[in-house]
C-alpha cells in the first residue's frame, strides 16, 4: 500500500516563503515523474511543477523564477521550495507521483498567502 505523506503548508505573508515537502511510503515502480499540483477554490487542479525520473524539470509559467522541485531519491521524498509567495499562490497543494501504471496522490496540504 503506498502512501504520499505532505507537510509545511500554512499561512504566509506576501512575498515570504514555505517549504513543502511530501515523502512516500510503501514501494513504487516505474516511476515517470514526481511533482506538485494546485487548487484553488472554484478552479480545476493544475500542475505547478515536476520532476521526471531523469531529473528534468518542468513549471507553470506563473511560478517560474520562484518556485524550485527537487527530491531525494533515497528518502523517496519530493520538496517544493516556494518563494516571493503571492496572494494569487493560495491554493490546496496536492503532491503526485506518476507511474507507468497510474497516479498517486497526497492528500493535500492548505497554502495560503495573505497579509
Known amino acids: 500500500h503506498v502512501q504520499l505523506v505532505e507537510s509545511g503548508g500554512g499561512l504566509v505573508q506576501p512575498g515570504g516563503s514555505l517549504r513543502l515537502s511530501c515523502a512516500a511510503a510503501?514501494?513504487?515502480?516505474?516511476?515517470?515523474?514526481m511533482g506538485w499540483y494546485r487548487q484553488a477554490p472554484g478552479k480545476q487542479r493544475d500542475l505547478v511543477a515536476r520532476?521526471?525520473?531523469?531529473?528534468?524539470?518542468d513549471y507553470a509559467d506563473s511560478v517560474k523564477g520562484r518556485f524550485t522541485i527537487s527530491r531525494d531519491n533515497a528518502k523517496n521524498t519530493v520538496y517544493l521550495q516556494m518563494n516571493s509567495l503571492k496572494p494569487e499562490d493560495t491554493a490546496v497543494y496536492y503532491c503526485?507521483?506518476?507511474?507507468?501504471?497510474?497516479?498517486?496522490w497526497g492528500q493535500g496540504t492548505q497554502v495560503t498567502v495573505s497579509s
Open positions: 503526485n507521483i506518476n507511474t507507468r501504471l497510474r497516479n498517486y
Open positions: 520532476i521526471t525520473f531523469g531529473g528534468s524539470t
Open positions: 510503501g514501494t513504487i515502480f516505474s516511476v515517470n515523474s
